[in-house]
């Protein structure tokens, strides 16, 4: 079975300060694919970046990175210069393929609430 | 048109009401998902649409009564529903034969049903 661990449950800081989230994964799969969710309080699943099992590039994206490392099956998530915006439920999750089609697997999610 | 919309946005029902959760894409997607997220969880997966015919269903009471009537359209049909299935229904839809295993889904906003 596959597995999605975000041990972080909440984590707080103070605007400008940058935050890493968690993600380790559980997959006997080699062909994979990760990917980040936000969830801000109106309730909507926002997509934030797919990465397959066969690209470990770290990607940046604005204030948006993200480390991806086989070997210790993690897939972490860094805010540079946090935002009151940045305020939300993270969500990292794993494509698996059940009966012949692929579903997520979520993990229970990052709380990060920024003040300014 | 890159949005998954659904309607109505809040609902409150009784024990012995029937009501419709609609969700409607035009993005072309041939795979379409209902889920549903209590408060501080992940969203849990209940069916699988592809190509308008039910791939999965995560043994979801009959209850609750998917409806694909095409390629746009999903539907929740509800009916005798309990307090404890109040929660956040979230639709989301991907391309491809059930999104295929990389194609990340594209989530609505969701609709807040409370059952009284």
């Known amino acids: 079975a596959q597995k999605v661990t975000q041990a972080q449950t909440e984590i707080s800081v103070v605007e400008k300060e940058d935050v890493t989230l968690d993600c380790v994964y559980e997959?006997?799969?080699?062909?994979?694919?990760l990917f980040w969710y936000k969830q801000p309080p109106s309730g909507e699943l926002v997509f934030l970046i797919r990465?397959?099992?066969?690209?470990?590039q770290n990607e940046i994206s604005g204030r948006y990175s993200w480390n991806f490392q086989k070997s210790t099956s993690s897939f972490n998530f860094t805010i540079t210069a946090s935002q009151v915006v940045d305020s939300a439920v993270y969500f990292c999750?794993?494509?698996?393929?059940?009966?012949?089609?692929?579903?997520?697997?979520f993990g229970k999610g990052t709380m990060l609430l920024v003040s300014p | 048109d890159t949005e998954v919309t659904q309607t109505p946005k809040h609902l409150v029902m009784g024990m012995t009401n029937k009501k419709s959760l609609k969700c409607e894409q035009h993005?072309?997607?041939?795979?379409m998902y209902w889920y549903k997220q209590k408060a501080k969880k992940p969203p849990e997966l209940m069916f699988v649409y592809s190509y308008e015919k039910l791939s999965i269903n995560e043994s979801v009471p009959s209850r609750f009564s998917p409806e694909c009537p095409n390629s746009s359209l999903l539907n929740l049909h509800l009916h005798a529903l309990q307090p404890e299935d109040s929660a956040l229904y979230l639709c989301a839809s991907s391309p491809g034969l059930a999104g295929g295993l990389g194609h990340e889904q594209f989530f609505g906003p969701g609709t807040r049903l409370t059952v009284l």
């Open positions: 993005m072309g997607h041939r795979a």
């Open positions: 997959t006997r799969d080699t062909t994979y694919y």
């Open positions: 990465r397959n099992s066969f690209d470990e």
């Open positions: 999750a794993l494509s698996e393929a059940i009966q012949g089609y692929s579903t997520l697997t």
